[in-house]
Each structure stands twice: as structure tokens, then as C-alpha cells.
């Protein structure tokens, strides 16, 4: 691609962590996203557990990442 997914994830991430020093952020991906998985961890994001996502007409899970 052209690298605007990149950027603005970095721009998220730094805006956070001026809005909010110190904290965690939390991203949620849904299983089976193995595109935007591979991105987040490619960008540092940790995997950290699976959670039911509630809202879903289907068996949905969450992937929440965690950015160092």
C-alpha cells in the first residue's frame, strides 16, 4: 500500500500517548482479520487473550493487541 495505515496508526498512538500518558492502548481485532493482525504485531502490537465479541449476530471473537 501506500504507508497511510501506518502513519495513521502512528499518529493514534502518539496522540495517546499525550492524551493519556502512562496507559495502555487496547485494539480489537476480530479473528480471521489475519491482514490486520500481521499489520498491528508488524507495528509492535502484543496479543494478549481472546474475548467473545457480544454484539455480534455470530460467534465473533475479539483479538485485543496491545502496543508497546
Not at 502512528?10 to 492524551?19: D, Q
Given at each position: ?5 501506518r502513519?495513521l496508526?502512528?499518529a ?9 500518558p ?9 479473528r480471521?482479520n489475519d491482514?490486520?493482525i500481521?499489520?498491528y ?7 494478549t487473550?481472546?474475548r467473545p ?16
Amino acid at each position: 500500500g501506500t504507508g497511510l495505515g501506518r502513519r495513521l496508526l502512528r499518529a493514534g498512538l502518539v496522540w495517546a500517548a499525550g492524551a493519556h500518558p502512562g496507559r495502555d492502548v487496547v485494539l480489537e481485532v476480530l479473528r480471521g482479520n489475519d491482514r490486520a493482525i500481521v499489520f498491528y504485531e508488524r507495528e509492535g502490537g502484543l496479543r494478549t487473550a481472546e474475548r467473545p465479541l457480544r454484539l455480534a449476530p455470530r460467534h465473533m471473537c475479539l483479538r485485543p493487541m496491545r502496543a508497546r
